[in-house]
């Protein structure tokens, strides 16, 4: 018969007091981690107003499954994740608003999924400090809250690595195997390129490092890859000539993939420009880009720190992968947006804050007030420099939207009304919220040839906005024009009728 533990009224076994003390261990890194992402969501929702509409590649996204307008022309190097996130709002709501509230909840939801993964393979401070350093940056802040998919191939990233060192830590577990399947599938989804440099250094440790191969891990992780990147690779064959067709757009429409050197660029657009093309100009103020060389410096930090704790695994995964993430961002184009790097920064954040948690810890007791005082100091100067390029970011943006929102209402005045066509400057967002569907008779955005256009005019309702300062489309000489704002439009026949 098995043997039972009989305990006194009152008193519990030794096995449950275990089970207890790690319930509450658990419950603490959890507040610790949940602190982090709940202020996540209070700052997006505080700093980047729910009011401000969408941007241009927003529009495309969100067009995908609204009802309110026809979708956008979808271009290559695009992928459906941002769509099929958006869609339990977009599909039924126009509210601008509602939906930056939706995501703002969701990304920070995710962010604490994300940090969860590390736990038990960092301290719980080391990562409610990574992930506050990660969600203070102003790109975090002003993406997260975006119909936009860097930041979630960034929180797949973050995921993906955590999973992939506890698989290699507890070989037994199967959950770390699905959560790296998952973290793949949702990278893929969002941007499948993107996916594939952020796993290459995993890929290449599964199959060229004896001590690190693990079937169920390479095939997990592959699946995962293939799951997410299937619709992508399937609409190359249906929509766009070709997987290496597409491949070959996208690389085009990117300026074309090769040898660039855009390390400058992407210091120019750390100043607040969400597209830095062409990028030109001087520098800005050091002080605006100064973390940014700081993250290479304490990231040799941390895997110093990491090496002689004997525990180098858990910070080279992260590092390896950052790097990979950034590489063709910082190297192969030859433009920048700072969205493009979040993903390494994700990765970096964690091996960053232990780097300085474990230094602050190591100096001397008599100076360590003085080392504890100097971060807290170069932490609130990085936090107000953060918060001012971010000020001064929505400002700008949403200035322009409201533009945007103020010729689409003029379109709608002049009868360009749904059914409806826009082509010319910023026709996609201006058309999205006028309704009508958006044209471009040349370009890689090319959805409607010229011939094609002039007949559609006839019984559609056309406006096409140029700046004034040349000669209309050959197709809209003999149209109406009317000045309104900077801007000359010229309305079709049919919306002259209507």
Known sequence: MPRTVKTEPGHTSPGEQARSAEARWCRRQ????????????????????????????????????????????????RARGVP???????????????????????SGLALFLALRVWRGLFPARV???????????????????????????????????????????????????????????????????????????????????????????LVGLVAGLVAGAGEWVVEAYVSYGGLAQRLADGSGIQGGLGWNVAVADQMRSLVGRSLCRPCVGALPNPTLYAWWFALPVLAVLALVVAVRAGRTARTLVPLACAAAAAFPYLFLIDYAAPRFLLPAYALLAIPVADGVAHTVAAAPRAWRPAAVTLVALVVVGHLAVQYAVLDRLVGRATAGHRDWARTAQTLNRLGVRAPC???????????????????????????????????????????????????????????????????????SPAARAS
């Open 30 to 77: 959890n507040s610790w981690l949940a602190l982090v992402a709940g202020t996540f969501v209070l700052a997006q929702i505080a700093l980047v107003r729910p009011g401000m509409g969408l941007g241009w590649d927003e529009t495309v996204y969100v067009s995908q499954v609204s009802a309110h307008a026809p979708a956008a022309y979808f271009s290559a190097p």
């Open 421 to 491: 066509l826009v082509a010319g400057g910023n026709n996609v967002p201006i058309a999205f919220r006028a309704g009508c569907a958006s044209i471009d008779t040349t370009g890689y955005n090319a959805n409607m040839t010229a011939a094609a256009l002039t007949r559609t005019a006839g019984r559609t309702p056309v406006a096409v906005l140029t700046d004034g300062t040349g000669a209309p489309p050959s197709y809209a000489r003999t149209w109406t024009s009317v000045r309104w704002e900077g801007l000359r439009i010229y309305l």
């Open 127 to 217: 990562l409610a400090i990574g992930g506050a350093l990660f969600a203070s940056l102003w790109v975090t802040l002003y993406y997260g809250p975006q119909a936009m998919p860097n930041f979630w191939v960034a929180m797949g990233a973050l995921a993906g690595a955590g999973c992939f060192l506890r698989a290699q830590e507890d070989r037994a577990r199967r959950a770390p195997v699905w959560g790296l399947a998952a973290s793949a599938a949702l990278m893929a989804l969002m941007r499948p390129t993107d996916a594939v440099w952020v796993c290459l250094p995993l890929l290449v440790a599964l199959i060229a490092v004896r001590r690190w191969r693990h079937w169920r891990l």
């Open 84 to 106: 099929v996130l958006v869609a339990p709002v977009a599909a039924w709501s126009s509210s601008t608003p509602l939906l930056r509230i939706y995501l703002a909840l969701l």
